[in-house]
């Protein structure tokens, strides 16, 4: 009965089998070990902790930054407006951030 089955088939069988031993390997080795006491998962909870607060001090300062050059460019955008609208015009005139309190 299995001579009918092609060479493809039981090559591809083989493979699907190998790669299901692997995973199931993968899972195994992602199992939490006899050694992992509560000390240990603690201990690496703190550390976790210590990271996510820094990483949360990067991100407000990377966003600290952004802010001021979201400012920068909204200021440097109403001064080409106002250039623009001066020179559409021919009459000097207050600058836009002042009239619209941007800045």
Known sequence: MFSCVPL??????AAL?????KDVDVLIDSLPSEESTAALQAASLRQLEEENQ???ARLE?????GDMLLEK???ALA???QSQLRT????PSQ???????WF
Not at 88 to 91: D, H, I, Q, V, W
Not at 95 to 101: I, R, T
């Open 73 to 75: 460019i909204q200021s």
């Open 54 to 56: 820094e990483a949360a």
């Open 17 to 21: 089998i190998a790669r299901t031993a």
């Open 88 to 91: 559409r015009s021919g009459a």
């Open 61 to 65: 300062e990377v966003v600290y930054r």
């Open 8 to 13: 493809e088939y039981a090559q591809l069988f």
């Open 95 to 101: 600058p836009l951030n002042k009239c619209f309190g």
């Open 79 to 81: 001064d080409i407006a």
